[in-house]
């Protein structure tokens, strides 16, 4: 009834404190910019929706993430394969080798690349979202609510004092 009140333009509404206000808006904007980042960043390191996907589904799921081949060390893998075929010994094996290992290589810097980013990078910001964020919402409602029944314990006071001088008139 208070928080309709209030919405309304009815009743009064004691505002918070104009510091932990600014703290409220920056943790908005705090929680706002740490979902776009995480968002824009998984997509980086896999540009693949449905791999991603697959991804959340096996982390929900509590279970490991099947090793991806990376796209440099399936051309490594190609490569190599060409190699052999038109023979190591011949001008274009030797160069195939000689690149196929650098994208093997290449390949692999990137797998750790991808793992150590998710690590290091995009776990922390998924824990301040998943813990931090949600303490702070709770907490938030929390205050709310004990916010609205102050505001509703004074309109009563108010509107028993009003009621009481009436009477007090009256008589």
Request: charged share 30%; proline share 4%.
């Amino acid at each position: 009834l208070q928080f309709t009140e209030e919405k309304l333009g009815q009743a009064e509404k004691t505002e918070l404190d104009a510091h932990f206000e600014n703290l409220l808006a920056r943790a908005d904007c705090t929680k706002n910019w740490t979902e776009k980042i995480l968002r824009q960043t998984e997509v980086l390191l896999q540009p693949n929706p449905s791999a991603r996907v697959e991804e959340f589904l096996y982390e929900k799921l509590d279970r490991k993430v099947p090793s991806r081949v990376t796209n440099g060390e399936l051309l490594a893998q190609y490569m190599t394969e060409a190699a052999n075929d038109f023979g190591p010994g011949t001008p274009y094996g030797k160069t195939l080798i000689k690149v196929g290992e650098t994208q093997r290589l290449l390949g692999a810097a990137e797998r750790d690349f991808i793992h150590s980013a998710s690590i290091n990078f995009l776990t922390p910001l998924r824990n301040f979202l998943e813990g931090d964020w949600r303490t702070i919402c709770k907490e938030r409602r929390i205050l709310q609510n004990r916010r609205l029944d102050l505001d509703a314990c004074k309109a009563r006071l108010k509107k028993a004092k009003a009621a009481e001088a009436k009477a007090a008139v009256t008589v």
